[in-house]
């Protein structure tokens, strides 16, 4: 329809200018042949994605174009934003908040879904996908991408806080795994006097992110809780919390810990426990394959387990990863959520996995056996996704999690005792929560 009504107005202007009728025809044929070449009837249709850049290499190195070969007449077009996670949520956040979103994929940390879905940005996915399709990933995976009930992400890679022991110091010392914190500061004592380490455990105790991150699972280790998301009651206050807060600072007290792991992020924890100064290190299984190298100290010299708890009962590994959404500005929904069911299977996963050591959202991609033979620990690391615990999932959760990092953080410098702190946070997390709920 669009190249005739253009053969016309071109008939028309040709007759006006007088041109003789050869040439009227060889132009007319010229127009006929230029819009019946393949690829230029009809244009493909392209799909904005915006990842970190360090993500988004795994993915142009065969994803996409595996993806396109399957699809041709769809184009993913990755968009490289910065580095930092939080920023990479400014930009998706102003976009949405100007209303003139370009991206159609929305690829998301679990931590952002429920603003994103609250704030009514996604599509809901929920009739897309079967139960019985569900069950291919892991629960807890399928659970960080609902909010409400209803689902807005599918997860495309799981991760998740590991705790990590020295093998070969324990057996030399003939002690098993430590089950419990008792266990954990026990332990860490015996081998520093021994000799056999300078640290007994490294964790995060920055204010950032990652600090709510570790302190979840000690917190859950406790048989504490931050937010109930159903009640929305506070537990921030109660005397698990200050349990879990004591055994934290205890493990600088007593030397378990440098006084300097209150200023300490991933990086600065993997180095202090790869150079071989550390017993136990709270971490994510991205350490894995790099203490593994073969110029590592710890090389083949260590082993996984989730947090350790108290009085029987185990401690949380705190759920990370990403998933695919649809923005509901999207003008190609059905073209979004085919790149989804490609991006989120098994086979693009695997690729992710192998290439990139990603951990994987789907189950049966922990036991396969050419996954294995690369990443021995992956069926361990299996049984820690699957008690794994999600960080609060609320609309409000960066604003809680900023109150909680700045109150904790006062806590663990001295700079108020717990009690104080965690009446002030949990005040503070109250007056959020209920202001949230009178807009």
Known sequence: MFYIKLLNKTKKILQKLKVPIGIFLAVLWGIILLFNQPGLSQQPVVLNLLMTAPDAQPWKQGLIKDFEGKNPGIRINIIEGPNATNLLEDLYTSAFILGDSPYDLVNMDVIWLPKFAAAGWLLDLSDRITPQELTAFSHIDVEGGRYEGKLYRIPVRSDVGVFYYRTDLLKEAQLPPPKTFTDLLKMSQTLQKQGKANWGYIWQGRQYEGLVAMFVEVLEGFGGFWVNPQTLEVGLDQSETLKAIAFLKDTISRGVSPAGVTTYQEEETRRIFQSGQAAFLRSWPYLWPLANQPDSPINGKIAIQPMVGSNGKPGG???????????????????????????????AQRQLILNAGFVPSRRSLFTDPQIVAKYPHYPQLLQIVQQAVLRPPIAQYAQASDILQRYLSAALTNNMTPEQAMKAAADETRRLLAAGNKQ
């Not at 999207?330 to 979004?336: C, F, G, M, Q, V």
């Open 317 to 347: 590994a705190c759920l990370g990863g990403w998933g695919l959404g649809i923005a509901k500005t999207s003008k190609h929904p059905e073209e979004a959520w085919k790149a989804i069911q490609y991006l989120t299977s098994e086979e």
